[in-house]
């Protein structure tokens, strides 16, 4: 039934392009269909700013995340500090400036990694087919048997707690839907007429797969990272919460959250304003991948 | 039930790849287990032998069979810290994590399926337009939300606004009646967002179909339809997914059982990290992967018996 769609949402495309002459115009349409939707504009303005907002921290934060100031400490939010300080006397809301740097890279980066792992274990698995097909395809299963967090202690109990090591066990993890997704596509797409053709001209089989199934996969691929992000960004903070993520000193939103809870009642912004800075980052890219779903892939829309 | 058989084997396969992993996972660490049980100054004689009694000695395939073996009897070894079998811990902490997720379950799937009845008989609704657009966004935007929402964020929300300041709800343990309310709340609340949101949509794919229609032809208001004709057929996709909540939710289960200081299954297997705990933190992983698996068969199951396009196909 999945491939049924796929074809669908395929030659629903090359409709458009028909329709419009070359291959510039359906990326224009795509791009104004994607405008249109204001919810999932808005939120890529607002990932935008919090990404330069990480990029120049030192600029727009008033203190430095380690900045302590013995005066004030436990101080609530005031006109030289917005957001309070913490136990130790430092600016809640710089902290929380520095923090999503780790946040938007732990989000990115591991997140590009296995991608590229999933894209390439599910295109070979796709495209061969027979027993390498099996093997990918039951470890993916095995992957996708554990409940993520579950995984990514136990990943962290090997490796051992600390910043590096996150983005490595979320980069290892991860992969396993995407490879499914790219496997369902290469199985549609190795039977249509162009990969045919190149097979009998003597195309060899990795070109194939790299010129002609990949680039079918990419507005699925483009869908899929703006989804897998905020799930990494979430593994992240949680992981840092239970005390097996991010260490001390560093600025984590997770971390910052477990360190306010202490205080959760007499200096509840502690706690609460790096929550809500997690759910903003997570709520936006989940309604700008909602919103590139909608135009890139109407018909994954409901699985 | 040859399907279902299939399916069991299936599962199996993956069972015994799930332990694998996890064994060599635990065992590809640097440093040696017994060092982190008898502490740094034990004596070079004492560590051999508590090696050689822990059997860390042999291949490490040798250790997966006899591991696999005492497992399929029930015993899944020792805690190192806590002194007491695996098993006798699990089982311990297993009615808590059970009545936990039955309560965040039956939050979740009530909450979600009305929001998203709602939702649906909103978006489908000719009169009131503007109104009734707003709710459904509203429904909508407040589903997303939910899902956008970390689990822990959900606890302390509960926490500070419902046991602090309006002291409805205890604070945490899980021994009075009304304990399990915040904690299953705060468990349940992200499934509630995707229950919601996949009603929505899959209630509104049926609605194309051409038996609604027939029912709207006959002049049926557009509640009656969704309530008596479509929703039926739209659970479909909604049962199986519930099933595939059952992964997140013993996730969210890790962080909710610290918050709320309760003593279920994911806290067992935090303080097993905390503590290098390995076989602890092997039995615990092994065990609520089996409930995940077994969560899926039964979906798998169940779909088929409800769909029966799905028998003939399969």
Aim: aromatic residues 8%.
């Amino acid at each position: 039934m999945e491939e049924k769609k796929m074809d669908l949402s395929q030659s629903q495309q090359e409709d458009l392009a028909s329709q419009i002459g070359d291959e510039n115009g359906v990326k224009d349409t795509l791009l104004e269909l994607l405008l249109h939707n204001k919810l999932a504009v808005f939120s890529a303005v607002v990932i935008l700013i919090i990404a330069l907002a990480a990029i120049f921290a030192p600029v727009v934060a008033p203190y430095s995340f380690e900045e302590i100031d013995p005066m004030a400490r436990l101080s609530p939010p005031s006109a030289t500090h917005i957001l309070g300080t913490d136990e130790l006397g430092r600016d809640v809301f710089s902290r929380l400036i520095y923090g999503s740097r780790l946040s938007l890279l732990v989000g990115i980066l591991p997140t590009l990694v296995s991608m590229f792992i999933g894209v390439v274990l599910g295109l070979v698995s796709g495209y061969f087919g027979g027993k390498v097909d099996y093997v990918i395809m039951r470890l993916a299963d095995i992957m996708l048997a554990f409940p993520s967090l579950l995984l990514a202690m136990v990943v962290m109990y090997t490796l051992g707690s600390s910043t590096i090591n996150i983005f490595v066990a979320l980069a290892l993890i991860n992969w396993a839907s995407v490879a499914r997704v790219v496997r369902s596509h290469t199985l549609s797409l190795k039977e249509s007429e162009y990969v045919e053709a190149a097979r009998s001209i003597g195309v060899s089989s990795g070109i194939i797969m790299l010129r002609h199934v990949l680039p079918n996969c990419v507005p699925s691929l483009i869908v899929l990272f703006t989804l897998n992000v905020p799930s990494a960004i979430l593994s992240e903070s949680s992981l840092s919460f239970l005390g097996i993520g991010a260490q001390r000193p560093a600025a984590s939103w997770g971390l910052m959250v477990t360190d306010g809870q202490q205080f959760l009642f007499n200096q509840p912004w502690l706690c609460l304003a790096p929550c809500v800075a997690i759910m903003i980052v997570v709520l936006a890219f989940n309604f700008l991948g909602d919103g590139l779903r909608d135009v890139l892939d109407p018909y994954m829309k409901n699985q | 039930m040859r399907i279902f058989l299939k399916r069991l084997a299936g599962m199996l396969v993956v069972l015994v790849g799930v332990v694998l992993l996890l064994f060599i996972m635990l065992r590809i660490i640097p440093g040696s287990p017994v060092t982190t049980l008898l502490g740094e100054r034990a004596s070079q004689q004492v560590i051999d032998r508590m090696t050689e009694e822990l059997g860390l000695n042999d291949p490490l395939f040798m250790q997966f069979l006899r591991y696999v073996g005492n497992a399929l009897h029930g015993d899944f070894g020792t805690s190192y810290k806590l002194n007491r079998p695996v098993s006798a811990l699990i089982m311990s902490a297993f009615p808590n994590t059970v009545r936990l997720s039955i309560f965040a379950a039956l939050f979740a799937w009530g909450v979600g399926i009305i929001a998203g009845i709602i939702s649906a008989i909103c978006k489908n609704q000719q009169r009131f337009r503007l109104l009734s657009s707003l709710i459904d966004r509203l429904f909508m935007g407040g589903a997303l939300v939910g899902v956008s929402m970390p689990v822990f964020m959900t606890c302390l929300f509960l926490q500070y606004f419902l046991a602090y300041r309006v002291q409805l709800f205890p604070l945490s343990g899980f021994d009075q009646p009304l304990s399990v309310v915040l904690p299953a709340i705060a468990l349940g609340w992200n499934s509630a967002g995707t229950v919601a949101r996949m009603t929505r949509s899959s209630l509104l794919e049926v609605m194309q179909a051409d038996y609604i229609s027939t029912a709207r032809a006959k002049g049926r208001g557009s509640a009656g339809i969704i309530l008596c004709h479509a929703l039926k057929n739209s659970m479909l996709p909604v049962v199986t997914m519930m099933a595939l909540q059952i992964s997140s939710m013993l996730s969210g289960a890790v962080i909710t059982e610290t918050v709320f200081g309760i003593n279920g299954i994911g806290r067992l297997a935090v303080t097993a990290i905390q503590s290098r705990d390995m076989p602890l933190l092997q039995g615990t992983v092994i065990f609520t992967t089996i409930l995940v698996m077994l969560g899926n068969l039964a979906a798998d199951t169940l779909y088929s018996v409800l769909d029966p396009r799905i028998r003939r196909e399969g």
